[in-house]
């Protein structure tokens, strides 16, 4: 008997790292900010395995912002770019979070 899975959702999430030794930030980086989008069964989902991903790649995460599921935002009236829709997919098809923009902070 095959068990049946639930369809996953494409979240866009921001995520908000502090630094640690060997995160691959810059010298004088105070942290960083990471766009990424994950697939999940529901929210909650996303954002647990994006964390797992960021701290297996080094990285502190300290907060989480998501923007909603694909179809949350275009029910909000967000313009998706065709660029974004294809990294979203690809999260989807490789079963991965996609890093998509990261922004590295610096005390000026």
Same mark, same amino acid.
């Given at each position: 008997?095959?068990?049946?899975?639930?369809?996953?959702?494409?979240?866009?999430?921001?995520?908000? %790292?502090?630094?640690?030794?060997?995160?691959?930030?810059?010298?004088?980086?105070?942290?960083?900010?990471? +766009?990424?989008?994950?697939?999940?069964?529901?929210? $909650?989902?996303? %954002?647990?395995?994006?964390?797992?991903?960021?701290?297996? $790649?080094? +990285?502190?995460?300290?907060? %989480?912002?998501?923007?909603?599921?694909?179809?949350?935002?275009?029910?909000?009236?967000?313009?998706?770019?065709?660029?974004?829709?294809?990294?979203?997919?690809?999260?989807?098809?490789?079963?991965?979070?996609?890093?998509?923009?990261?922004?590295?902070?610096?005390?000026?």
């Amino acid at each position: 008997m095959t068990e049946a899975r639930n369809p996953q959702d494409i979240y866009t999430l921001l995520v908000e %790292v502090g630094r640690r030794k060997g995160d691959g930030l810059q010298k004088g980086a105070t942290g960083a900010a990471l +766009m990424c989008y994950s697939g999940g069964v529901n929210e $909650a989902e996303a %954002v647990r395995e994006t964390v797992a991903v960021i701290k297996t $790649a080094g +990285m502190a995460p300290l907060s %989480v912002s998501s923007y909603g599921s694909l179809k949350d935002r275009l029910a909000d009236g967000h313009d998706i770019p065709g660029e974004e829709i294809d990294l979203m997919q690809r999260a989807v098809d490789e079963n991965s979070v996609i890093v998509a923009q990261h922004t590295q902070f610096f005390d000026d």
